[in-house]
């Protein structure tokens, strides 16, 4: 309850607090199960407000997903010898194991570059590195390896144009998420702005998990490994054992 | 139908792992070896990371092990002396596998060194075979039989014991060194390491060929286990589901592989292999020469 009421007072903070953000998601939790092939959620949701719509340039809407984040060890190879070999590395301090941002017009429109850097709105703000080693050269090439990478993957997504908002009140976007997702909390954040300022923000929390068989071999494989390797070796002869067996009897008859 | 495997944390399709396990399980019967080395190299193509590749494949091996080594038992082919022997080898040589593996891994190196294992192993292996096999092929047209191995330097070591299975009388030096390489290579290819084995305990050991196969597998098993643990343990990379999908492929594709085996010449059989062996070896070693699209690299699940 206290914990609302600060999400509250925050959200009256902003300067044109008079327009808020009222939620929907198509489902707050997502289970990782043994068929597992990704997941796409509906983010939608309406503006209130007690005036009416205020004059000039329209309201945008930016959603962002973020997943867990955590410090990345990040390898460039080189070629040694002829063969391509890891040599430098960069320790990035937290980089997100998932970020989508989508929004209503084009990136520039929907946000300024101070804003963007106070609420960390665009990728590569979502991933924080202040301690590269001196020895390495460019050490921003590791952060942008990171984004092109999970670019690549799915796993980070700039997704412009992609929030539909009807007459300045409703919006909805829908944010893909692939199959190589990490657990976690995952951050939904959705900003109103005008002229590029945030004018309201509204959070919360997507829960992904694995669930069944999936959850508690992993959990089991962490808690007690030697349970675990004994159960796949178990399993393992079981299976050898059980295939000679059944090979056997078929052969004669 | 894709599947999301829990410790790899990569969703993969099932019919392709199925597909692979079968794949290797009718080489496996075809030739008469354990797989793991196509295995394991199959899953790094598939997107699976190397240190997670190597230990399910260590889990894998296990279970194809174990029935090839039932019918060995029942024939009467194991040396268990020998197997022994060759087994106090293997378990220290697979924890020396597994402590390099580890510093290396946390160097992030261990993508390196496993590659590089195969690309070496499998070249040499396959030029052998292919090179052995020509001749054996040329001999056979020319009617002459290959050569008996006779008294080597092996014989003046000291520590000498009887092996009555096998009727040999030799140092355990020689076996136990043996075990050790085959111990450090399972930890670090997640190999059984049969292909290493066999031709040494032939050649090098004199053992005679219908002990051979039963004797290696012996080892093998409990070597195998014994990596799989110390992964579970030391690095979490087992992958339980990966394991029993490529075993169940692996036990019926075994069964057919042995049939077609029996309708090929042996000669055939092994030129096949080696080119089989070749092909994967030069796919691993271009990997490592060419160029990569990307340079940088993440460092994923068991840091590899």
């Given at each position: 309850m206290m914990r609302w009421l600060f999400l509250l007072v925050l959200m009256a903070l902003p300067a044109w607090a008079e327009e808020e953000v009222v939620l929907g998601?198509?489902?707050?939790?997502?289970?990782?199960?043994?068929?597992?092939?990704?997941?796409?959620?509906?983010?939608?949701?309406?503006?209130?407000?007690?005036?009416?719509?205020?004059?000039?340039?329209?309201?945008?809407?930016?959603?962002?997903?973020?997943?867990?984040?955590?410090?990345?060890?990040?390898?460039?190879?080189?070629?040694?010898?002829?063969?391509?070999?890891?040599?430098?590395?960069?320790?990035?301090?937290?980089?997100?194991?998932?970020?989508?941002?989508?929004?209503?017009?084009?990136?520039r429109e929907a946000i300024?570059?101070?804003?963007?850097?106070?609420?960390?709105?665009?990728?590569?703000?979502?991933?924080?590195?202040?301690?590269?080693?001196?020895?390495?050269?460019?050490?921003?090439?590791f952060s942008d390896a990171i984004i092109r990478i999970r670019k690549e993957n799915g796993l980070y997504q700039l997704l412009e144009n992609t929030v539909a908002v009807d007459q300045q009140t409703l919006f909805r976007t829908s944010i893909k998420m692939p199959a190589n997702l990490t657990e976690g909390a995952y951050e939904a954040r959705i900003f109103l702005t005008r002229e590029g300022r945030v004018i309201n923000q509204f959070d919360t929390v997507i829960d992904v998990q694995k669930v069944g068989l999936e959850r508690w071999l992993y959990g089991l494989s962490r808690s007690n490994p030697m349970a675990y390797g004994l159960l796949s070796l178990t399993i393992a002869i079981l299976a050898g054992w059980g295939a000679s067996t059944a090979f056997r009897m078929l052969r004669n008859g | 139908?894709?599947?999301?495997?829990?410790?790899?944390?990569?969703?993969?399709?099932?019919?392709?792992?199925?597909?692979?396990?079968?794949?290797?399980?009718?080489?496996?019967?075809?030739?008469?070896?354990?797989?793991?080395?196509?295995?394991?190299?199959?899953?790094?193509?598939?997107?699976?990371?190397?240190?997670?590749?190597?230990?399910?494949?260590?889990?894998?091996?296990?279970?194809?092990?174990?029935?090839?080594?039932?019918a060995h038992l029942r024939r009467k082919t194991v040396d268990l002396q020998m197997g022994v022997v060759l087994l106090i080898g293997g378990l220290v040589g697979a924890a020396l596998g597994v402590m390099l593996f580890n510093y290396l891994r946390s160097l992030g190196q261990v993508d390196l060194l496993v590659r590089l294992c195969y690309v070496v192993f499998l070249g040499i292996i396959g030029t052998l075979m292919f090179v052995e096999s020509l001749n054996a092929i040329r001999n056979t047209r020319k009617g002459r039989k290959a050569k008996r191995h006779k008294h080597n330097w092996i014989h003046g070591l000291p520590l000498k014991m009887r092996f009555r299975t096998s009727g040999l009388y030799i140092s355990v030096i020689p076996p136990i060194l043996v075990g050790l390489a085959v111990g450090v290579l399972a930890a670090v290819m997640g190999v059984g390491g049969g292909f290493i084995m066999v031709p040494a305990m032939i050649y090098l050991l004199g053992m005679p060929t219908k002990v051979v196969i039963g004797t290696s597998l012996f080892q093998i098993i409990f070597v195998t286990a014994f990596t799989t643990m110390l992964h579970a343990v030391t690095n979490q990379t087992v992958d339980m589901p990966l394991a029993v999908l490529l075993l169940l492929g692996g036990v019926v594709g075994a069964q057919i592989g042995t049939v077609i085996g029996l309708r090929m010449k042996a000669e055939q059989l092994r030129i096949l292999l080696a080119l089989l062996v070749m092909l994967v070896c030069a796919k691993l070693g271009l990997e490592l020469v060419l160029q990569p699209n990307e340079l940088f690299s993440i460092a994923g699940i068991g840091g590899a």
């Open positions: 998601l198509s489902h707050d939790r997502v289970s990782i199960t043994a068929d597992f092939n990704g997941s796409e959620i509906l983010i939608f949701g309406a503006i209130k407000r007690e005036t009416k719509i205020p004059e000039g340039p329209p309201l945008q809407v930016i959603v962002s997903l973020a997943g867990p984040s955590r410090e990345e060890t990040v390898r460039r190879k080189e070629r040694r010898f002829g063969i391509w070999v890891n040599t430098e590395s960069v320790v990035v301090d937290a980089a997100p194991s998932f970020y989508a941002v989508a929004t209503s017009a084009p990136w300024t570059q101070t804003e963007d850097l106070r609420y960390r709105v665009s990728i590569p703000r979502a991933i924080r590195s202040v301690g590269a080693p001196m020895s390495v050269m460019n050490a921003q090439a | 139908m894709q599947i999301f495997l829990p410790i790899a944390e990569v969703s993969v399709n099932l019919f392709l792992l199925l597909g692979a396990g079968t794949l290797v399980g009718v080489l496996s019967g075809m030739f008469g070896v354990g797989g793991g080395f196509l295995i394991t190299p199959l899953l790094f193509f598939m997107g699976i990371s190397p240190a997670v590749a190597v230990a399910t494949g260590a889990n894998q091996i296990v279970a194809s092990s174990f029935s090839g080594l039932l």
